[in-house]
C-alpha cells in the first residue's frame, strides 16, 4: 500500500515496458481512460529488440488509484514490466517535457 501524500503536490511516474506492436500503447493509455483519468505527460520510446518503452506522469493520485492502476498495466498481455515512483514537489507542480 503507497503511503498517505498531499495528493495536490506530488506526481506519479509509471514506467512501463511492452511488447513494441501497434496495440501496446493504445492498450496502456486505455487503463487510465478507463479510470476517467488524462495523463499530464507521455513519453514512449521503441528498442531495436522488440521493446517499448512508455513514461507515464500522472498528478495528484491517490495511493489506492496509484496501485490500481499499477496492477491493471500489469495484467495487460502486451506489458511485461511496471514500476511506479511518487516525485514530490514543494508547492506547485509543473512537469517539463
Known sequence: MTPRLDYIHHTVH???TAQNN???LP???SVFEKASLCPDLVKSSS???GQLAVDIYTRGLEG???DRLAAK???LVTVS???TEVILRPG???LAS
Do not use: M
Request: hydrophobic fraction near 40%; charged fraction near 20%; avoid cysteine.
Open 14 to 16: 509509471f514506467s512501463v
Open 22 to 24: 501497434p496495440g501496446s
Open 27 to 29: 492498450r496502456i493509455l
Open 47 to 49: 528498442f531495436t529488440d
Open 64 to 66: 489506492a488509484l496509484q
Open 73 to 75: 498495466l500489469s495484467s
Open 81 to 83: 514490466h511496471v514500476r
Open 92 to 94: 506547485r507542480t509543473k
